[in-house]
């Protein structure tokens, strides 16, 4: 039997919350923004793939703090077999794997299996419903060495083990949650209203309602424009191609808030490099790595923070405890599972790195179990 799901990603701020608690105001107040010393964030959010996956192995050789894997974590075949021979957990992922499937229905057999309680035994059971190739891979992580930048990363700045995602679902909507703290009902990729754009406010709508600036710099599509309010004219001047991020940050002219995309679809003439699978993970290293350089060499480096995090598990193995329970509805009109608000956090994502300051701390490991929640304050509250 797993041992209870390991959470996944998303609220972007329990950091920022870390920061401001040494804080008197809790209102947005002048005297605040005085004190702290961050001036400019820059978030990259990759693509679908679980903390175990990636970081687990790292808590054996790098610190063994870390709610990582033991080598111990097993899944049944079946949910339904009690005699059902398990597949463990194993270091040896490829950098390019089969895309697993995570839709919401999806990821719930894969946290519930077949009973009602989040044993997370239900991934091998989940994969095997797709592909026989599919049940070994979705329990495999990364050794620390196949990821070197992450490793270095782990090394020398703090790590959340206990970062919630707010959607047990798949990217768009996790996505949504990331900027303005609700998907507005969605609980899969709608096409349809993707296309039409989501209506709810943003926090670049807040940053720009206090007169403060926000860039998104992007390879191939910026998917921050699936938010109708951002497909408006006055903020057609703060999206730029990835390289003005580099000449930004050489320059000191890093704004408020940065949002890095990365390369979503594979081009002719180059490759993604989002982490989403069946994409190289290569390649989402040298981003990071590229991400990360850009940023330590700026002027702006003693006043800027860098989170990198993930959207969704993908369905790889998540190990550690849910925050808490899912209560799961069925309805003729939406045709679907769905969940209601109260049940908000409840995978984990990949671990955001921590730069404040310039300061290295190392090996700072963070604990806390946290839910999605709004983070517009908590970035005005900075700044």
Same mark, same amino acid.
């Given at each position: ?7 996944? *990603? ?27 010393? *961050? ?5 990259l959010v990759l693509e679908n793939r ?5 970081? #687990?192995?790292?808590?054996? &050789?790098? +610190?063994?703090?870390?709610? #990582?894997?033991?080598? &111990?974590?097993?899944?049944?075949? @079946?949910? +339904? ?21 995570? @839709? ?28 026989? +190739?599919? %049940? ?30 707010? =959607? ?17 009902? &969605? ?9 039409? /754009? ?22 191939? *599509? ?8 951002l497909r408006r004219l006055k903020y ?13 940050? !050489?320059? /000191?002219?890093?704004?408020?808030? %940065? ?24 390649? /989402? ?12 060499? &700026? ?7 860098? =989170? ?7 369905? %790889?193995? =998540?190990? %550690? !405890? ?22 908000? #956090?409840?995978?984990? /994502?990949?671990?955001?790195?921590w730069f404040l300051h310039g300061s ?12 999605? =929640? ?10």
């Amino acid at each position: 039997m797993a041992r209870p799901p390991a959470p996944p *990603i998303l609220l972007l701020l329990l950091l920022l919350h870390l920061l401001l608690a040494t804080l008197n105001d809790p209102h947005c107040s002048v005297e605040a923004q005085q004190k702290q010393p *961050i001036k400019a964030i820059v978030v990259l959010v990759l693509e679908n793939r679980s903390f175990d996956h990636m970081l #687990g192995w790292m808590k054996n &050789s790098i +610190n063994p703090l870390i709610d #990582g894997l033991t080598g &111990s974590e097993c899944n049944p075949r @079946s949910t +339904n077999d009690p005699e059902s021979p398990p597949i463990c957990v194993s270091d040896d992922a490829q950098y390019v794997d089969p895309d697993p499937g995570h @839709s919401f229905e999806e990821v719930l057999e894969q946290v519930f299996g077949s009973g009602l309680v989040p044993s997370m035994s239900g991934f091998v059971q989940q994969a095997l419903a797709i592909s026989p +190739n599919l %049940s070994d891979t979705v329990m495999k992580g990364f050794r620390p060495e196949n990821l070197p930048v992450f490793a270095t990363l782990v090394r020398e700045f703090a790590v959340f083990d206990r970062w919630f995602s707010s =959607i047990p679902g798949p990217t768009q909507p996790n996505r949504l949650f990331v900027y303005s703290a609700t998907s507005h009902g &969605s609980t899969g990729n709608d096409k349809l209203k993707l296309l039409l /754009g989501y209506p709810q406010k943003t926090i670049f709508d807040s940053l720009h309602e206090d007169g403060l600036d926000f860039a998104v710099y992007f390879k191939n *599509i910026p998917t921050t424009l699936f938010y109708r309010s951002l497909r408006r004219l006055k903020y057609f001047s703060k999206f730029h191609w990835f390289q003005t991020f580099k000449d930004h940050a !050489r320059q /000191g002219k890093l704004k408020s808030l %940065s949002v890095i995309e990365p390369k979503y679809f594979d081009l002719v003439s180059s490759e993604a490099d989002d982490d989403h699978p069946s994409h190289s993970v290569a390649n /989402g290293q040298r981003l990071v790595k590229e991400v990360y350089e850009a940023l330590r060499s &700026s002027p702006q480096w003693n006043e800027s923070l860098l =989170i990198v995090t993930t959207t969704s598990t993908a369905d %790889s193995m =998540i190990m %550690s !405890r849910l925050l808490m329970l899912v209560s799961l509805t069925q309805t003729v009109s939406r045709g679907r599972a769905h969940f209601s608000s109260d049940s908000i #956090g409840w995978e984990f /994502g990949y671990p955001p790195l921590w730069f404040l300051h310039g300061s290295r701390k190392e090996q700072v490991h963070l604990s806390l179990d946290t839910p999605m =929640i709004n983070w517009s304050c908590t970035i005005l509250h900075l700044f």
